[in-house]
């Protein structure tokens, strides 16, 4: 090859290779085989030259040679065919159908039978695989914990039980004494697979060789189209940082793929293999939600423990990002700190419209403020849950808020992007090992379960998107953001719902948000007058403002994600200009007092039909007990005008029969043939 560099530190021979000789083996193969070409291949890769099996050749060269001489041995007297090229035809086929070590060994029985008497045909499975021998590829058993704990090697490698769950590293049966022993049998078994002998296997073939280099030398014919892993921008920015590597393409890249599973849908594709790269798609062509991108970056840049003036703080809110200095990257980028290393890392995902840069990032810095909250609460549940999971016990989320590990379990399930600040994972499991956390944790959990329904049915959605997708499944009917917050705690977008102000309650998810519209209504007239609609306009900065007494922890009262900062005034600047008499500011319920004001309403709720229903409950009984008498009235006067006697024995009669009905409403019955009898008694005494 013109060109070609010589690897004499890797171990090639120093020579130029048109004075190699290559042996080439008789051309009488089945030239669809491929194994004339195999063996040129690694006799070649193993410098196998002639004159050298006059001596005793090694382990490696044997098997060498014993494939050499069964690739030019015919498997009888009359064919073409040869031993080698048989054997790795039926082992293809083995392969392609899963046959167990049994099954290929009764196929062999059977075509032996039908060959003629001298054939070469291997006997069983054993003796094929020792013909091939010198293709197979090393691997090392490494004993494993049965639970997945450790691998018992290095420190572990003398041990005989797990060193962290107390695990037989064998398998134990029960001697005569009725105490258990170890066998010599492993109880789980991990095979390794040596790395560098199959990165050489690679290069033993023209044809693998040459692919090998492709990603630097092949052409794409679709350059618009990602074809190879090197058309990434993981392969792309590797080769910026280090470009004296990327120069020479035969450098080996390793890089992690999935195996056994088809992404994207395709369960017709034939493989199963799939390189995993964190790509930056091109501008425009992924749709990847902003606050997915926002949680893995501020999970990839958490802080940890905060310097600040007051003391060290857990960096629970996005706050904390800003107080910590950003150091350079591989690329020298550097800002001046995490909070600002997040919003510009996410900007590169997309592209923002001129004049809106100021807006995104203010829209991106208010969805992390929630996103470092939420990632602070899910770190307890997500550690109880891998807890669990390696003890192969399944737990869902509801569950792990109810259960309390100790200190040690929660230090032995650090999250990944907590792994770097081990110090902030010991203060948080402090705090949540102490007594009265339990307590507060159970009492804001039970307060969360009195809220009626969810709080939203926005998904990952937020109102303008929200706003968009309603639309679209309405014919195209468009809604502002006022309306988008109320719709958003009604329905999910593509529901049959519509807005109406004379709604009550009942009709949104969760009582708080029928608070919050009635709130904003009222202190819109306050500032717009009367006849202002809020269904007419969006969500209004100023009226936020007021309606929520500002923004507390750093979050307006409602529609949060669509307020614009940079033209909403803040709380100072309204107060300042505020006048007596004017539009009141008003103040936000806490969630102590919301919480009291739901119980009331609840409380008032169930007064009121509980006295409904009392009311409809002795209606019917008086309804039943007038039409009993009227019954009773009528069959007693039949049958007093039956006996002859006058009407004015009735009154009697019935006197007993209520009195007795009165004292025994219960049993109305017995006590109903009861009276009969005892009137009739009375009538007769008379």
């Not at 007596?580 to 806490?590: A, D, K, L, Q, Y």
């Amino acid at each position: 090859m013109a060109n070609y560099k010589q690897w004499t530190s890797h171990g090639e021979a120093d020579r130029v290779r048109h004075e190699v000789i290559r042996p080439r083996i008789d051309e009488t193969f089945d030239e669809d085989a491929g194994v004339a070409d195999m063996l040129n291949d690694y006799a070649e890769a193993h410098n196998f030259e002639e004159g050298c099996r006059e001596e005793e050749p090694e382990p490696s060269a044997k098997a060498y040679y014993d494939m050499l001489d069964a690739a030019q041995r015919p498997l009888h007297g009359h064919t073409n065919v040869y031993q080698l090229d048989a054997i790795a035809r039926l082992m293809a086929v083995k392969s392609q159908f899963s046959m167990s070590h049994r099954n290929f060994d009764v196929m062999l029985t059977v075509i032996a039978s039908m060959l003629p008497e001298g054939h070469n045909l291997p006997k069983n499975m054993y003796e094929s695989q020792k013909l091939l021998r010198a293709l197979k590829m090393p691997y090392e058993e490494i004993h494993a914990c049965p639970k997945g704990c450790v691998l018992f090697r290095k420190e572990h490698a003398e041990a005989l039980y797990c060193p962290k769950c107390s695990s037989s590293r064998y398998l134990e049966v029960e001697s005569g004494d009725g105490e258990k022993r170890q066998t010599p049998v492993a109880a789980k078994i991990l095979r390794y697979l040596p790395f560098i002998p199959r990165i050489q296997r690679l290069y033993m073939t023209e044809e693998t060789a040459k692919q090998m280099t492709w990603h630097k030398k092949g052409v794409r014919y679709h350059p618009e189209n990602r074809v190879h892993p090197a058309d990434g921008e993981s392969w792309t920015h590797f080769d910026r940082i280090h470009h004296k590597k990327a120069d020479e393409a035969r450098n080996v890249r390793v890089a992690l793929a999935t195996d056994g599973f088809n992404p994207y849908g395709m369960g017709d594709a034939p493989y199963t293999c799939w390189p995993v790269s964190w790509t930056r798609p091109r501008e425009g062509s992924h749709k990847r939600k902003v606050n997915g991108i926002l949680g893995v970056l501020c999970r990839q840049h958490y802080p940890g423990l905060v310097q600040l003036p007051e003391g060290l703080e857990v960096a629970d809110t996005f706050d904390h990002y800003a107080a910590v200095n950003d150091v350079e990257d591989r690329e020298g980028t550097k800002f001046n700190n995490l909070m600002d290393r997040v919003i510009n890392e996410m900007l590169d995902f997309y592209r923002i419209e001129e004049g809106y840069e100021d807006l995104a990032r203010q829209v991106a810095r208010t969805a992390c403020h929630k996103l470092v909250k939420d990632m602070m609460y899910e770190a307890r549940n997500q550690a109880i849950i891998d807890l669990n999971t390696a003890m192969d016990v399944q737990v869902k989320r509801k569950e792990a808020v109810k259960i309390f590990p100790t200190k040690e379990q929660y230090l032995a399930v650090i999250p990944w992007w907590m792994a770097a600040h081990n110090d902030c994972w010991d203060v948080l499991v402090d705090k949540w090992c102490a007594e009265d956390w339990a307590v507060r944790h159970e009492a804001c959990r039970q307060r969360r379960l009195l809220m009626q329904g969810p709080s939203h049915h926005q998904g990952s959605l937020s109102l303008n998107e929200y706003a968009a997708k309603y639309s679209d499944a309405h014919g195209g009917q468009p809604i502002n953001t006022f309306e988008a917050f109320a719709l958003s705690h009604k329905g999910k977008a593509s529901a049959p719902i519509h807005y109406n102000p004379e709604d009550p309650p009942e009709a949104y998810s969760n009582p708080t948000a029928y608070s919050r519209l009635s709130l904003y209504s009222e202190v819109a007239k306050e500032v717009y007058g009367q006849d202002y609609d809020p269904r007419s306009h969006d969500l209004d900065g100023e009226v936020v403002m007021r309606a929520g007494k500002g923004k507390k922890h750093g979050l307006y009262y409602l529609g949060d994600s669509v307020i614009d900062t940079a033209s909403t005034p803040t709380l100072s600047q309204i107060l300042a200009r505020t006048v007596s008499g004017g539009p009141s500011i008003r103040e936000r319920p806490t969630a102590t007092q919301a919480l009291q004001a739901q119980l009331e309403e609840e409380r008032a709720r169930r007064e009121q039909l509980e006295a409904t229903l009392e009311q409809r409950v002795q209606a019917q009984v008086q309804a039943q007990m007038q039409a009993q008498v009227q019954d009773m009235f009528s069959y007693f006067q039949a049958q007093f005008e039956a006996i002859g006697h006058p009407c004015r024995h009735i009154r009697h009669g019935l006197l007993v029969l209520l009195f007795l009905l009165r004292r025994c409403l219960g049993q109305r019955v017995r006590i109903l043939r009861l009276g009969l009898r005892l009137c009739k008694t009375w009538i007769y005494r008379r």
